[in-house]
Every structure is written in C-alpha cells, then in structure tokens.
C-alpha cells in the first residue's frame, strides 16, 4: 500500500509506473482504501472511511471495507487515507479556444465590451493552430483543477480545419470532452457549419467525446443564422445530437422559450445557459418540456449579463437543478471552487437581504447548501450536459471519472465536515489525483502528458500572433 497523498513519497513513482503500464488492460483493478468518499449518489451518500474499487474504465464497487471482501486480490491497492474522493467536476460551459487569452480583459464592463474585443477583433484572427492551442490549454487547465468533464462552446468553427483542431485538442489531453460547435458570430467563414457536425462525429467517434449543436438563444447579437430555431433543431435531431443555447436571458429569450415548446423544439436534449432575467412563464415551461440549465455564477455579475444575478432561485423555484460553468477566461477564473463559492454566496446573501427588507416581493428563499453546489458541480453538471448515465458520480457502473483532494494540507486540517471542506476549504492546490475513465491524468499534485515549457512558449506565440492580428 501506498499513501497517495504523499508528494515526496518515494514510492509514488513506481506505483505511478504500475499504473500507467496496466491502464490499456481492460480487466485492471484499482483499490483506493481509507478515503473519505463523497459519492454524490442520493442512495450511497458520504463515507467517512471507505474503499472504491476501479475495473478498467468503470467504478465497481464501493464501500466501507473492500478489503475483507477480497477486493485486494490482483488489485493495484492506493491507500488514500487522508484524502477527500469524489467524482470529477462537470464544467457544463466553457469557451475554451480563448484560453491564450486569459484575463486579456479582466475589468469587462458588460457583454459589448467582450463582443467588441474577444469576439470580433481576436476571433477572426484565430488560425486553426490558434484554436488547438487555446482549447488544448482550457482542458489542461480544466483537468488540473479537477475537472474532468468540460463541454467546449466552440463558438469560432470558421472552417473544418478549425473544428478538427479544437476537436483534437480535447483528445489529446485526456478530458471526458463535449464538442459543443457554432458558427463564428463575426468575420469570414466557410459556411460548413452546421452540416460539418455529421462529418465530425463520424471522423472523431471516441469514448471521450460527446458533440453537441451549439446555437444562440436569439438573432440579436449575430443575426438569425445562429439563433436556435426549426432548422437548427432538425439537423440535431437528424444526427441524433443534443442542442446547447448560450446567450439566454431577458425578455427576448423568455419568448423564445415559449416559442420553442409550442413548436415542439424544447426538451431534455436542449441545454439553455444563463437563463438570467427570464420570466416565470418561461422558467414553467423548463421544467415542464425538461430542458436543462447551466448557470455561470461568477459570469453573470461579472460581466453583467441581463439582470446579473444567478438565476438559481428561479431554478430551483420550479424543481430544476442545474450544472454549473466557467464561460470565458478572458475575464473569469477557470476553477470549480470559485463557481461553487461564488453561486453559494450570492444565493445565501440575497436570501438574507430578502428576509431583512420589509415589503420584498415573493416568498423569502430558502439558503442553498454547501452539498447543492457540490450536486451542481457535479451529478447534475453530467445530466445537463447528457452524461448523467456515464459520469457525475460514484455509482457503481459509470465511468470512473475521479478526483482526490488532499484533506490534511494546512488548509483544510483537521477534516471536520467533508462537503463543507470540499466547497470552502479547498482549492486547485489540493487536487493531488485525476482519474478519466480509469486512466490516471494528474498524479501527486502533477499534470501529466503535458510539456509545460512547450505550451508556455506555444500559448505565448499564439497570443502575440492574435493580438498583433488584431489590432492591425
């Protein structure tokens, strides 16, 4: 056995080696023994100290005690005592070709001021290495906190040789990835979105990679061309593809709403995100035709988007629970933690504000918890992405998509509540271990398969290449 936990463990690299030679065998067996589990199964719960067994790619059993059941046998055993293990997070929305251009405009006063900069001066200038370069660091950097799903809204497919790279780039890190594409909102393209989905799926058929239609709420910002109507709906359903609408909120987007289930273009294949500002007429159809919602807690004040408060109580008001997601990382930051703080923060404030103010209209909400943001940011991450059958949590037949978080660091010792600690004592420097179906990507606090000092000098190039782009 073997502390995983320990970055100058001696012994951790020849496990590592073990591990990273018997991953293509189908029949390999991990034992993780001693970990706080956080299982984010309604029926499993938490155990304060149990064992998960990983067969291949797939979780196959956990419990307080596999060793007495001769879960050891052939098994590679990790002791995790002093780690918190849990599901891999689900970013159920992010922009990921942008990543080179990180915090480029950190002080965005509203969504004009990112359309002006990030979308129609930066995206034109994007070359298909461009694209493979800023998505490929967005997954690295997705993986390293922990997250081991992300749907990629990879709204600048300006050619096929754009869409390939981004594609592949979410291959070659190793992330559980969500092709998401959508035509560029301004500048030149080729025209072959959306009929190049067909194409992609077939060409880039994985077990990793889910593609999706990706569209815009309404023809306000970019013309009716990306707006999610009757055409749109019928090349995904053809292709048999989920649709995710971005750009969702105010009026326009409440009516939109309605219009789509009266056209029968609204389900539990659709994905709206934001979902800010909307009325109560369109939150009742959600619930009603089962479409899903990601919420960008720290997007929607951030950048200002309709109302700028996370729609969660309007959410929850009519029994939807939804994922949470990073958007851009030109102005936001790209962790899990944050999201969950933030969502968890703005929540309980206005819900206290609103028991403190006399003649505040509605019912007071209730106070979210510490463990819904945790069930946001991941159980129901996967459903809202369509994955909820695969990943999301730690039941026994789905992927085994999982995360160790160090438990004794300064930071979080000594461990009292595990769902408290997770949310508001942890963050990126505790994510010791990564899993992605079975196959180890982050190992004693180390991304793995990645050559940073290449991809500091790539990411450099290319963000000196867009801007100078740019700015001519």
Same mark, same amino acid.
């Not at 419990?63 to 970013?91: E, H, K, M, R």
């Given at each position: ?45 938490? *155990? ?24 050891? /046998? /052939? ?33 965005? /006063?509203?969504?004009?001021? @990112? *359309? ?9 200038? @994007?070359?298909?290495?461009?694209? @493979? ?43 559980? $990835? ?39 709420? &309404? ?5 009716? $061309? ?76 951030? +950048? $200002? ?17 939804? %994922?949470?997601? +990073? ?43 510490? %463990? ?13 992405? %369509? ?15 999982? +995360? ?5 660091? +300064?930071?979080?010792?000594? *461990? ?11 963050? &990126? ?22 050559? *940073? ?20």
């Amino acid at each position: 056995m073997h502390p995983v936990h320990r970055p100058t463990d001696t012994s951790r690299p020849a496990l590592l080696d073990r591990l990273r030679q018997t991953a293509d065998h189908p029949a390999r067996r991990i034992l993780f023994t001693g970990a706080t589990i956080l299982t984010m199964d309604p029926a499993l719960g938490t *155990l304060d100290r149990g064992d998960l067994l990983v067969t291949g790619s797939t979780v196959t059993a956990v419990a307080p005690d596999l060793q007495s059941a001769g879960a050891t /046998d /052939d098994a590679i055993v990790v002791d995790a005592a002093g780690t918190l293990l849990l599901p891999g997070f689900v970013d159920t929305h992010r922009h990921a070709w942008q990543a080179q251009l990180r915090r480029t405009i950190p002080d965005v /006063d509203d969504l004009a001021g @990112y *359309l002006t900069t990030t979308l129609a001066r930066c995206a034109p200038a @994007y070359l298909p290495e461009d694209m @493979y370069t800023g998505t490929r660091l967005a997954a690295l950097g997705a993986v390293d906190a922990g997250i081991t799903t992300m749907l990629d809204f990879s709204h600048n497919s300006r050619s096929t040789e754009h869409s390939d790279a981004a594609v592949q780039a979410l291959l070659d890190t190793g992330i559980r $990835g969500i092709h998401a594409a959508m035509a560029p909102h301004f500048g030149a393209w080729d025209r072959q979105w959306p009929a190049d989905l067909a194409r992609l799926r077939d060409r880039f058929a994985h077990p990793l990679l889910t593609f999706r239609l990706a569209a815009l709420a &309404t023809d306000e910002i970019a013309g009716p $061309g990306l707006a999610h109507g009757p055409g749109l709906a019928r090349t995904a359903r053809e292709l048999g593809i989920g649709v995710s609408v971005d750009a969702v909120f105010g009026a326009p987007s409440s009516q939109a709403i309605l219009d789509w289930a009266r056209a029968g273009l609204l389900d539990e294949q659709v994905q709206l995100i934001h979902a800010t500002g909307l009325s109560q007429d369109a939150w009742r159809t959600i619930a009603a035709t089962g479409a899903t919602v990601s919420l960008a807690p720290t997007s929607e004040p951030q +950048i $200002g988007l309709d109302s700028a408060v996370p729609a969660i109580d309007e959410a929850l008001a009519v029994g939807v629970r939804p %994922g949470l997601s +990073i958007d851009v990382e030109v102005a936001l930051a790209g962790d899990m933690f944050t999201q969950m703080r933030a969502l968890l923060a703005i929540q309980r404030m206005r819900a206290v504000n609103a028991a403190h103010t006399s003649g505040a209209p509605g019912p007071v909400p209730a106070r979210i918890r510490t %463990g819904d943001v945790l069930d946001f940011a991941t159980l129901q991450g996967a459903h809202t992405c %369509g994955l909820g059958e695969t990943t999301g949590s730690l039941t026994p037949g789905k992927q085994a998509d999982l +995360i160790l978080l160090t438990a004794d660091e +300064i930071n979080n010792l000594p *461990l009292n509540d595990p769902t408290g600690t997770v949310v508001l004592g942890c963050d &990126t420097r505790n994510v010791d271990t990564v899993l992605i179906a079975g196959r180890i990507r982050k190992w004693a606090g180390r991304l793995l398969d990645a050559d *940073l000092p290449a991809l500091r000098a790539e990411a450099a190039a290319s963000r000196g290449r867009i801007l100078r782009a740019a700015a001519s």
